[in-house]
């Protein structure tokens, strides 16, 4: 593990409060430089994390943008290094719930887009202005705004709120046609410009609830009311983390990932379902919050343990201290919470205390064996891989993780580290895939969706059992097509659809169809799948050598299970989309409404790669 920064001061939001308590190495007493020691207690953030996450964050999300949420000091994992973190990995801007915290990051020279949505009469909108941030507004703040941006001589980049049903902040729907108006107004001034609509979600973690389709609704009718207002918001914006990732099952994902999502959660590897964890959802916990055994002694059976003796000893064993406590940031209701020693997992036992907590070893002499004394072994509460998950407080507290991570207090300084570990998962670098050649390559243009499933079609006629093809192209760009399209030629049972809401799905030889007796299809969405080590999971290892397999986003992530493969790439045709710009939500949908319709006048370039010994032989020339 690099170390690249100790964060000792950890606040973004009051960076001359934060000096008082964070440093806890002495000074060096002489001048010569010493490596500086390890925090007795800190909070390690894997940068390395955060950008994994984030990537699969974008891939979930797109074509929308992605807004990455780093309020309340990236949720206490550091706002400046996380958000330049995201914005490496490809967040497209950042978004903070105060001004004060957004000037923070512009004070650290970062100057991404950045929205700030929460406001009060003395929020410096005049300071914002002048540093280029954009503000959320949700009624009486236009006019402040749009005076201090007049006062300036500057224009000011709002986003109209609008309270969709969740009753905090934002307009609410007998006001907006009004509040529209009045943005309107100040638009053609130059004092505003409206860049953007957004609401926030009430009820987004938990899947198919009514109240989420209703307050998409309402949204789509604010924009339309916006619009016929004279307004052009080129940036809607709706889902948090969860709306984000539950998008992929609604009827209609672009309703709820509009033009940007805004993630917070997700950003720091944490699940914000209740029935999910982060591994189910492809995310890697950032943040691990550790110490040192402090203390180690044996005790006899009935041993009272910290304030109210709340625990007594069972039986005679050996207690260990962990210098952490709820000034730290560890719930004092979060008795029983782990705590990770040496391999093992242990529950706090009695009273959390201030600074301390307290964990039964569960054997006696370890005091005084020199083998296995834990003291000063690391004590880890909550991490990635295998230690402890942040959900495991949050249960014994009663709360949820946002909050576990949120309050780890200023007392523990932050240790910014980057493990690499999104470098190793990163597309293309697992297997051997990047020597192994390729044997041919071929490029088609069809003009229409028939002409598409057409070319899949004559292409199954090539396949054979044991057969990988990695399916790559955007939402919209014809891959379910393309798939129906290898189904019908190798004559597989009817019902291929997109993949998304199953991870692999098998169609059978039709023995009634045209093809009797030939190979199995399987489908995989590995969209998902955030590593070669997560399609393991689903042991496709298996599978491969009995049907021929389809892996939708299986780039990067299924080259170590053949020597071979097609890779077969579809983008949309030459003038759909101008270089360098993002597709525009209209298009998306109409791609989208394109596949399942019969699907004129559809301009892809089709390019087949076969690679490894299984496609040493001449391309197949008679697809198109
Ligand atoms: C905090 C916040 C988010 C991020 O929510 P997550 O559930 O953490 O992804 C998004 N939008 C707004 C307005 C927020 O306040």
């Known amino acids: 593990m690099e170390r690249v920064t100790t964060d000792l001061q950890t606040s973004s939001l009051s960076r001359t409060e934060a000096r008082t308590d964070a440093p806890t190495t002495a000074p060096a007493p002489s ?19 955060i950008r994994h996450n984030v990537t699969h964050l974008k891939r979930l999300a797109a074509p929308a943008a992605l807004m990455a949420v780093v309020k309340a000091d990236a949720y206490g994992h ?47 909108f005049a300071a914002a202005v002048e540093h280029d941030v954009e503000l959320a507004v949700s009624g009486w703040e236009l006019e402040p705004i749009a005076q201090a941006a007049a006062a300036a001589g500057r224009t000011a980049r709002i ?28 638009q053609g001034r130059g004092d505003v410009v409206v860049v953007g609509i957004m609401t926030h979600l009430g009820a987004a973690d938990d899947p198919g609830a009514a109240e989420t389709e209703e307050q998409l609704t309402v949204f789509e009718r604010a924009v339309q009311q916006a619009r016929e207002a004279g307004l052009d918001p080129s940036v809607r914006h709706v889902a948090n983390t969860p709306g984000t990732i539950d998008a992929a099952n609604l009827l209609d994902p672009a309703r709820m990932l509009n033009d940007m999502v805004r993630v917070g959660i997700g950003l720091y590897g944490i699940s914000p379902f209740e029935d999910r964890t982060a591994e189910d959802l492809g995310l890697i916990p950032a943040m691990t919050l550790r110490s040192t055994v402090s203390n180690v002694k044996e005790v006899p059976a009935g041993q009272g343990v910290s304030y109210g003796f709340r625990y007594r000893t069972p039986e005679a ?26 391999g093992v997992t242990y529950a706090e036992v ?34 990635a891989d295998d230690n402890p998950s942040v959900r495991e407080w949050s249960r014994a507290a009663q709360t949820i993780d946002y909050e576990i991570v949120t309050r780890i207090s200023q007392r523990v300084p932050r240790e910014h580290v980057d493990t690499g570990r999104d470098a190793a998962q990163a597309p293309g670098s697992s297997g051997n895939a990047a020597e192994t050649p390729e044997a041919w390559n071929l490029t088609l243009h069809p003009t229409t969706a028939q002409q598409t499933q057409e070319i899949a079609r004559n292409l199954a006629a090539h396949l054979r059992t044991g ?3 990695v399916l790559t192209g955007e939402l919209g760009a014809g891959k379910t097509t393309f798939t129906q399209g290898l189904g019908a030629g190798l004559g597989v049972r009817e019902g291929i659809i997109s993949p998304t809401f199953v991870l692999a799905r098998r169609h059978p030889n039709d023995a009634e169809g045209p093809n009797p007796g030939g190979p199995a299809l399987v489908h995989v969405d590995a969209y998902r799948l955030a590593t070669a080590a997560e399609v393991d999971d689903i042991d496709l290892e298996e599978t491969l050598p009995t049907a021929v397999t389809v892996v939708e986003w299986g780039l990067g992530k299924v080259e170590h299970l053949s020597d071979s493969r097609l890779e077969i790439t579809i983008d949309r045709g030459v003038g759909a989309k101008e270089e360098g710009q993002a597709p ?26 076969g690679i490894g010994p299984r496609w040493v032989e001449a391309a197949p020339r008679d697809l198109l």
């Open 467 to 469: 057969d990988l093809l």
């Open 350 to 383: 009695g009273r959390v205390a201030m600074d301390q907590i307290v964990v039964d070893l569960g054997e006696p002499g370890l005091a005084t064996d020199t083998e296995r004394n834990p003291l000063g072994a690391e004590a880890v509460l909550f991490g």
């Open 159 to 186: 986003h109209l709120k609008v309270d969709t049903g969740l009753g905090r902040n934002g307009f609410t729907m007998q006001t907006w046609p009004a509040a529209v108006r009045a943005a309107a107004t100040a």
């Open 31 to 49: 001048s010569t430089p010493r490596p500086p020691a390890r925090p007795e207690r800190s909070a390690v953030i894997d940068l390395a994390a």
């Open 78 to 124: 550091g706002a400046v290094p996380v958000a330049r973190a995201a914005l490496e990995a490809g967040a497209d801007a950042l978004g903070v719930a105060h001004v004060t915290e957004a000037m923070a990051l512009r004070a650290a020279g970062i100057d991404a887009p950045l929205l700030a949505w929460l406001h009060t009469v003395d929020t410096d």
């Open 317 to 342: 064993t050996t207690l260990a201290l962990v210098p952490l406590g709820y000034a730290d940031g560890v719930p004092r209701i979060g008795t029983g919470g782990p705590v990770h020693i040496n």
């Open 584 to 609: 525009d939500l209209a298009s998306v949908l109409a791609d989208l409404e394109a596949e399942t319709d019969d699907g004129e006048d559809e301009p892809r370039t089709v390019t087949i790669r």
